[in-house]
């Protein structure tokens, strides 16, 4: 004997599966850098909390952030000081670079995800919609 379902039972059973965060229309807004000019150093005051509302480690971000600045770099605190003079709006420009490569899931656009490590590999993993895609290393 074959039991048939019916659709709209195996959709409710299918979306009852999935994570809460997959169903939320919250808007992911990352918190603009707090930064200023002191003589030929840039410090982004608020660094560590956009590292944390990203849900990333902060050492990784700020290697990335000094890399696409060309610039060298120390974390003192909650704050990442620069060498080199840098505007907001380029400070800014390089973080929305960073999520968009490291943070926002490719596929569904969610940022609910994780990077993990497979071998030498790191992936970024979505954990709202399940889709992997590998990463480049910093």
């Given amino acids: 004997m074959v039991d048939y379902f019916d659709y709209k039972e195996l959709l409710k059973r299918a979306r009852s599966q999935l994570p ?3 169903f939320s229309d ?3 807004e990352i918190p603009s850098a707090d930064s200023f000019v002191e003589g030929n150093r840039t ?3 608020n660094f560590k909390d956009i590292a944390k509302f990203m849900e990333r480690d902060t050492h990784e971000f700020a290697k990335f952030v000094m ?3 060309g610039t060298a770099g120390d974390m003192e605190g909650n704050r990442l000081i620069l060498q080199g003079k840098f505007g907001w ?3 800014n420009e390089k973080i ?3 999520v968009n490569e490291y943070v926002l899931c490719p596929e569904c656009g969610k940022p609910d995800t994780k990077i993990i490590k ?3 590999i ?3 993993k979505c954990t709202a919609c399940g889709a992997m895609k590998p990463l480049k290393s910093l």
């Fill in 122 to 124: 790191h992936f970024l």
């Fill in 67 to 69: 890399k696409e600045l």
């Fill in 26 to 28: 919250v808007r992911f």
């Fill in 89 to 91: 709006r380029m400070v």
């Fill in 43 to 45: 410090i982004i005051k």
């Fill in 118 to 120: 497979e071998g030498r």
């Fill in 20 to 22: 809460e965060v997959v």
């Fill in 96 to 98: 929305q670079n960073y």
